[in-house]
């Protein structure tokens, strides 16, 4: 399997914080069913920047410590960066990272409280720059929870969306795991991956995931997340369903439960 957003990289942000703790990490990857991983680490959050020159030269280095210890985990590069006015300019500049280096795939992180109001306005001009979109970990923005429309209106206007493989395991409580199960019936989901930060309270749970999905939603939608998965790191164009409301009322039920 593909894991395309993990902190794995060490000492570079609040996941791995040294070397041990990235093998550490990348043994329970492995452990997992995971073969290649994308290290996505944060950048512009406002405790972490991470820029790309960086990223490419660290990943190198992983993955040479990988081959060394013997642990059989491709790395890839990756960023997740959260959304600010002159991401453009970010990309121009070379400062972002695309999903792999070489796609157009850029992932978008939003506060977890809020959607900036120019989010609209910045996906539609990352588009005309030829970028794609991928939100990561909607279903933990207390906004887009109460408001799923305005995601809607994201992914109908050409955006993608990653669930985190914990949040569909029900590790961030009953109301997030029902809410990505929403995400996913609207066709508002488009990739899961894990978010790892560690091997243990924030680890990998890739393979517990998709089997959630395949028996909540059929094989089906297994197929299509780790395909998505695969062709996000080519640079393939990714499946997507139709986007569809997640009706109110069920909506109404995840705060009555
Ligand atoms: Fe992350």
Known sequence: MIDIHSHILPGVDDGAQAIEESIKMAEAAVADGIE????????????????KHNVLLQVEELNRTFQERNVRLEVLPGQETRIYGEMIGGLEKEEILAINNNTNYVFVEFPSNAVPRYATQLFFDLQVAGYQPIIVHPERNKQLIGDPDLLYSFVKRGSFTQLTAGSVCGHFGKKIKKFSEQLIEANLAHLIATDAHNDSTRGFCLTEAYSEIRSNFGLDYVYMFSENAEDVVAGDVLAAEPPEHVKKGKILGIFNR
């Not at 290649?36 to 820029?51: C, L, M, R």
């Open 36 to 51: 290649t991983i994308v290290a996505t680490p944060h950048h512009k959050n406002g405790s972490y920047d991470n820029f």
